[in-house]
């Protein structure tokens, strides 16, 4: 997202988010284009997001709004990614 103008836009359990940043440093199964429902709110930026296998919380940067579709997503809708394998001091 842009503008965090476009959180008043985000309905809990309704909204769907798709990543924009890679963040398989903190879960592998978080790609970018990973896509989540969100389902409430950790911090005031900060969105709480479940994933098919995992629930975390998501910056408002590092997300975009998917229109038009509602629901919990499935493997499906999940990026198909080969994890890389990551040594000590990796980024």
């Known amino acids: 997202m842009e503008d965090r ?12 988010v798709i990543l924009t ?7 592998p199964n978080l790609s970018a284009g990973s896509q989540g429902l969100v ?3 950790l911090a005031s930026y900060t ?11 998501i ?3 590092d997300c975009d709004i ?4 509602t629901g919990v997503p499935t493997e499906a809708d999940q990026p198909k ?5 990551r040594t000590m ?3």
């Open 5 to 16: 103008n476009e959180l008043s836009r985000i309905v809990f359990g309704k909204t769907w």
């Open 21 to 27: 940043r890679d963040l398989t440093v903190m879960n």
């Open 39 to 41: 389902i409430g709110k």
């Open 47 to 57: 969105l709480k997001v479940a994933f098919p296998r995992v629930t975390v919380g």
């Open 59 to 61: 910056s408002w940067r």
């Open 66 to 69: 998917v229109e038009g579709k």
């Open 81 to 85: 990614v080969i994890p890389q394998p």
């Open 89 to 91: 001091g990796a980024e």
